[in-house]
Every structure is written in C-alpha cells, then in structure tokens.
C-alpha cells in the first residue's frame, strides 16, 4: 500500500536516538532543551516546551490562556478533532467558524460576523483555534485584527504547518497569536515518534506550560509559597499531568529537523508534478497561496459533480490499486461525541460539502516518481474522459 503519509527515518536520526539509548538520560535530560531551543530559533519565537503530543500542547495552551468551565473556544470543523476536545478537556464549551471553500481554513467573513454576534449576545470565545489545514496558514493578519477588536485569545494549531511561511515569516513565530502548536506524529512533516510542542513570544505562558507539563511542580525558589523549606525543596502549585517528552523522541525530533527544508523541497516537487499531472482532470486542485509558503501536509483535492465517479468509488478504485488515499476530515461536529453536545448535520454547509468531495492524495518527503506515477495513472484510469 502507497500510504497518504509516512516517515523517513535516516541512519542519522537513527544514530541520534541510539547515542541517547547510551547516555545517562532517557527523560528530562539536555536533549529536550536543545529541540526547544532549535525550534524556537528556526520559528523566530522566544521560547518553546516540547511535550508527548500535540494534544497535550493543545490542552496546555488552552490552560495557560485560563480556558475553564463556562468558557468558550472556537475552531474549525475541518480539523483532527484534538483542535476541538482540547477545551472540552478544560470544561470549555466549543464552538465552530465555518470554513472558506477555497482556503479550506476558517473562513474570515465567517468569523467576522459570528464574533460580531457574539458580542452583541455577550457570549464572546475566550479561546480561538485557528488551524492551519495541510500546512497552508490561516489569515493572520486578518485573524490578529479581529481577534483584538474582541479580546479573543487566538492559538495556531500548526500541527501541518511547521516549516511553512506566513507572507515570508515562519509560522511558530507567533507574531498575530498568543501560541502555536506542532505536533511531531510520523505522517506530518519532522517526527519525533509522538511528540509536540507549544511556541510562544510570553515568557509568562511558557513557564505555566513548563509547570503543568511536570504536575504543577516548581523548583525554583521564587515561585514556592514556601521558598525555606530546604535545598530538596519542591512545591506542585497547581494540578498538572505528565506531559513530557522524552530524551529518545527530542532526538530523533532534533535529527529531523536538520532535514526540514529538504522534506519541504520534496513535498514541493512532489506537489507541482500533481499540479501538472491532474490539471485537466474533473478535480478542484488545492489552491494555495501565492504570498506564502505551505508546509503541504496534505495534497487534498476535491471530486466535481460532472466527475464519472464519485468520491466514494475513486476512493474505492485506488484502494484497490494499493493507494493509500485518505480524507481529511469528517467535520468534527458531525462525530457522535459533538452530536450528543447539539450539533447537527447541517450547521457547517461549506465543511460538509468539502468533506463530501475531499480526498487527500499519498504525498510524503520518501514518495518515489514510481509511486507518483501509479497514483497519477490510477486517477487518469478511473477520471480521464
Ligand atoms: C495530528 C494533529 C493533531 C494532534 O497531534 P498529535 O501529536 O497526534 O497529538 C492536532 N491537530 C491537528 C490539526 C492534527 O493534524
């Protein structure tokens, strides 16, 4: 099978990961520093804490912003569903912002008038989750503006996105949010196994991330209520969880992302040979962005009505052929989960009709011509007039 996505492994990261297996940490030793330090660098943003997942740096986001109970945080229901359950974790109540067809992303005239009748009911988001689908960034600019006028707390979930340019900045710079999430899983862009981290500019944010990735616990003097207790001393100031990442995943992570620009390069030209390749197919191809850079997680394309088959059955013939195609993503508010929270088949039309034609196609760093052109060859077979 051709996955839709999937690691590539060097003898390097392999290297990396093994001279941990030899050394005195396995957890909570230099190289996770050093992975923070390396991301935050290549992001511009002042400071970073890795964690086991990028549902974990979700939830701690959300915390470090103050989400709880009686909250509010909106996302997109064209997102995994970790951009969502992150507040249900806090208690928060979630909400939706229809997408935009064209950039798959939050829509921004969509935002703009639900935030418009949020204030007028009073019942504003604390928390906004903009999610930078298949790696393509959010409007920023766009997303910062409103988020102001209404005092709305904005997290990027970037967990396609790390590597991707923002009109010529990085995402993770956190320059138009408070923080922004990567999640190093093995199909996204660098993998450290599990792994995930929260970028922020606030040094204030980032040590209560620290903290409750740790349970709650502080070492350091001038946080402890009770700083004489001894040179042993250790105060859990809050209730936090174990959310840390080890030795083993920083340095496969650390590895990895000497390789980043390569694994972008490749997904580039992996991209524009489908570009070319499906252009005179019944297929919407996946815009992007002329003033920014995606990181091109996914290569998603959407079935038109006048297409001979379809989504169904094109899914259906290049499983058949061994391609792994997937979709991405069955909007979050129809999962039975948010069902039973109120929300209804109906309430996001634009994500249901992109996710009623969406199929994302294999593309990943270690892709050979040879697979492409299996992939090309079956979606001519089934498509082509
Ligand atoms: C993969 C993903 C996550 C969760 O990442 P994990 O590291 O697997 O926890 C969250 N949001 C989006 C949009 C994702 O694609």
Not at 224 to 250: I, K, S
Not at 284 to 300: F, G, K, M, N
Not at 342 to 364: C, I, K, N, T, W
């Amino acid at each position: 099978m051709i996955p839709y996505g999937r690691q590539d492994v060097s003898e390097a990261d392999i290297e990396a990961v093994v001279s941990v297996l030899r050394s005195d940490f396995l957890t909570q030793g230099p190289v996770v520093p050093r992975f923070e330090q390396a991301v935050a660098q290549r992001c511009g943003a002042a400071h970073a804490v890795a964690v086991s997942n990028a549902t974990a740096a979700l939830h701690l986001a959300c915390l470090a912003l103050d989400l709880g109970p009686g909250d509010l945080c909106w996302t997109s229901p064209v997102t995994f569903v970790a951009s969502a359950n992150c507040a249900r974790y806090c208690g928060a109540e979630v909400d939706f912002v229809d997408i935009d067809p064209v950039t798959r992303n939050i829509g921004i005239g969509a935002l703009e008038a639900k935030l418009e009748a949020a204030a007028r009911a009073s019942r504003l988001p604390k928390v906004l989750v903009a999610v930078h689908l298949c790696g393509d960034p959010c409007d920023m600019e766009a997303i910062h503006a409103l988020s102001k006028r209404h005092g709305v707390a904005v997290i990027e979930d970037a967990s396609h996105a790390i590597g991707a340019l923002h009109r010529g900045e990085p995402v993770g710079s956190c320059r138009y949010s408070d923080i922004t999430v990567f999640s190093f899983h093995p199909v996204k862009i660098i993998t450290s196994a599990e792994g995930g981290m929260a970028l922020t500019q606030r040094a204030d944010l980032a040590r209560r991330m620290a903290r409750l990735r740790s349970h709650g616990i502080t070492r350091e003097a001038a946080e402890m209520e009770h700083p004489d207790a001894g040179p042993w001393a250790y105060e859990q100031l809050e209730l936090g969880f174990n959310y840390r990442m080890t030795e083993l995943q920083a340095a496969l992570g650390l590895s990895q992302l000497q390789r980043l620009q390569p694994f972008l390069d490749a997904r580039h030209r992996l991209a524009a040979r489908y570009d070319e390749a499906l252009a005179d197919l019944p297929l919407t191809l996946p815009w992007r962005d002329p003033r920014d850079r995606s990181a091109l997680h996914l290569y998603v394309v959407r079935v038109r009505p006048e297409a001979p088959v379809d989504r169904a059955a094109l899914f259906a013939r290049l499983r058949e052929r061994g391609i792994g195609a997937n979709v991405h993503y069955i909007p979050v508010h129809t999962q039975p989960y948010y069902r039973r929270l109120g929300f209804a088949v109906g309430d996001f039309p634009q994500a249901e009709r992109y996710h009623a034609e969406a199929l994302s196609l294999p593309l990943f760093a270690a892709m050979t011509d040879a697979q492409q052109t299996t992939v090309i060859d079956a979606l001519r077979g089934a498509l082509a007039a």
